[in-house]
Every structure is written in structure tokens, then in C-alpha cells.
């Protein structure tokens, strides 16, 4: 059974970039969560898809973008890159049964975005 | 939203010593998992632990839901233990989210 994979593992962009950062998730899981994780702190919750649709929002602007695609593996879009969106990114996938279920997460290796 | 709140925030032990950590949180749950962020960043799953308590290996976990609290026990503590060991609950009236602790770090010296 594969795990949560993202790529890249590093990038390094100048602000006003845009990124594309990419998740495949665990076999079976149809559920694909964001979360950023600055330096030092834990990780906030970006937004989750469930089965192709965004199924809940945390507190980042709409520059921070997603996709999930059929094989529920998914995107995270950053439009206009700030110095502070220097982060690691993390995907996770769970399995639901329906849209009122809750699931372990399981969390890919992240993305380590520098901007400089 | 659900406040987590994890105790200590550091913590320096010898090789072969136990641990308590805790976490805190605001208000009803459907679900707490413990992690360990390895020194490369990678979240590993310990526990998914809504309520009563898990044993795997070295490592165990309580969960007190009518009191909004859960434990982290880590026996015989290994170097490899070393890490930031986070909790997480899930927060499902806003979209079945992960709400973060801030963390405890733990340092385990030979």
C-alpha cells in the first residue's frame, strides 16, 4: 500500500509567483486535506477536498487555491507569493464513508516553499 | 473554534526515562490522533484516540472526552524518540479539520 506522497519536496520562488504544489493520496482515501506549517508552530488548515469538492475552508485569503482531481489525488495553487507564505506544506488523506464521517488523517512528507 | 493547548512545551529527559504530555481542549471532539514530527517534517501517526486509552509498543494514550483532555505516555524513552510530538482534534462543525496543539518538543539525551 503506497502512502501520501507530494512533490516537489523543495522550491524556492520569488513573491509575486505563483506555485503549484502537488499530493497523491493513500490508496482508497478519498479525502485530501492542506494544512501549512510555519516554523516553529503547528499546522493550520488550509482546506479539505472531498470527493472533487472543497469540503470546508480554514482562515487563508483565496489566493490559496486546490483541485482535486478523479483519482483524488490533489493541488494546492498559491497566486501572488508573499514572504510570508515561506512554509512547509502538508497534505493528508483520509477514508470517509460520507460527508458527517471523521477518519484518521494521514500526513505525505510536505513541501518545503522558501520565498524569498 | 476549539482551543488546543499542549503542556510542557519543552522537555530534556535521559535516555531510558518516562513522559507524560498532555493536551487540553476547548470543547467536544470527534476525534484526537497524537503525532510525532520527525526532524525532517514528516507527521507520523501514533494515535486516533476520541476517547479511552491505546497501547502500542513504548507508547500510550488516554483520552478523557467528558473532560476535554488526553495523554501521551512514552516509557523508556529512546534517542529516537526525540522530536515535536503534537496533538490534533477535529473540529467537525467547520469542515472535519485538524486543530493543532502548538506542540511539545522533546529532546532525549544518551
Known amino acids: 500500500e503506497t502512502g501520501v506522497t507530494q512533490s516537489p519536496t523543495h522550491l524556492i520562488k520569488t513573491r509575486g509567483q505563483q506555485v503549484t504544489l502537488r499530493c497523491s493520496s493513500q490508496s482508497g482515501h478519498n479525502t485530501v486535506s492542506w494544512y501549512q506549517q510555519a516554523l516553529g508552530q503547528g499546522p493550520q488548515f488550509i482546506f479539505q477536498?472531498?470527493?472533487?469538492?472543497?469540503?470546508g475552508r480554514g482562515n487563508f485569503p483565496p489566493r490559496f487555491s486546490g483541485l482535486q482531481f478523479p483519482n483524488y489525488s490533489s493541488e494546492l495553487n498559491v497566486n501572488a507569493l508573499e514572504l510570508d507564505d515561506s512554509a512547509l506544506y502538508l497534505c493528508a488523506s483520509s477514508p470517509r464513508k460520507g460527508v458527517g464521517d471523521t477518519d484518521t488523517q494521514y500526513f505525505g512528507p510536505g513541501t518545503r516553499l522558501t520565498v524569498l | 473554534g476549539i482551543q488546543v493547548e499542549q503542556s510542557p512545551p519543552d522537555l530534556i529527559l535521559q535516555e531510558g526515562a518516562n513522559s507524560t504530555l498532555r493536551c487540553n481542549f476547548s470543547?467536544?471532539?470527534?476525534?484526537l490522533q497524537w503525532f510525532h514530527q520527525n526532524p525532517w517534517g514528516q507527521l507520523i501517526n501514533l494515535f486516533y484516540i476520541p476517547s479511552g486509552t491505546k497501547q502500542n509498543g513504548r507508547l500510550s494514550a488516554t483520552t478523557v472526552a467528558t473532560e476535554r483532555y488526553s495523554l501521551l505516555y512514552i516509557s523508556s524513552s529512546q534517542t529516537t524518540d526525540s522530536g515535536v510530538y503534537f496533538c490534533?482534534?477535529?473540529?467537525?462543525?467547520?469542515?472535519?479539520?485538524?486543530?493543532f496543539g502548538q506542540g511539545t518538543e522533546l529532546s532525549v539525551k544518551p
Open positions: 470543547d467536544s471532539v470527534n476525534n
Open positions: 477536498y472531498y470527493r472533487e469538492e472543497e469540503n
Open positions: 490534533a482534534v477535529d473540529d467537525y462543525n467547520q469542515g472535519g479539520k485538524l486543530i
